[in-house]
């Protein structure tokens, strides 16, 4: 499922940031330590992910979830800062 998940600082995908998700943690807040207002998941076969990947605002509560690889999601109603993996 190689996949790259891109938090950026524009809307409509602008000015992104890659992690690879192939290593990072489950179950964990992980905070790449700048507001985002859009994200995107860049997964050459398009085969969708085994896990759900979920964007948040500050303070690790409350997501929203990334529902399609290769496609680009604005950060509606809050600005991005944090974002998870669940099994």
Same mark, same amino acid.
């Given at each position: 499922?190689?996949?790259?998940?891109f /938090? $950026?600082?524009? %809307?409509? $995908?602008? %000015?992104c +940031?890659?992690y690879? &998700? @192939?290593?990072q943690p489950h !179950? +964990?807040c /992980?905070v790449?330590?700048f #507001?985002?207002? @859009?994200v995107?998941? #860049? !997964?050459p076969s398009? !085969?969708?992910l085994p896990f759900? *990947?979920?964007? =948040?605002?500050i =303070?690790c %509560?409350?997501f929203? !979830? *990334?529902?399609q *690889?290769?496609? $680009?999601?604005?950060?509606?109603?809050y600005i991005g800062?944090?974002f998870k &993996? +669940?099994?």
């Amino acid at each position: 499922y190689p996949a790259t998940i891109f /938090l $950026c600082k524009e %809307s409509g $995908c602008g %000015s992104c +940031t890659g992690y690879d &998700l @192939s290593i990072q943690p489950h !179950q +964990t807040c /992980l905070v790449p330590g700048f #507001n985002f207002a @859009s994200v995107t998941i #860049n !997964q050459p076969s398009n !085969q969708g992910l085994p896990f759900g *990947v979920y964007t =948040g605002p500050i =303070g690790c %509560s409350t997501f929203a !979830q *990334v529902p399609q *690889v290769n496609t $680009c999601y604005n950060a509606n109603n809050y600005i991005g800062w944090d974002f998870k &993996l +669940t099994p």
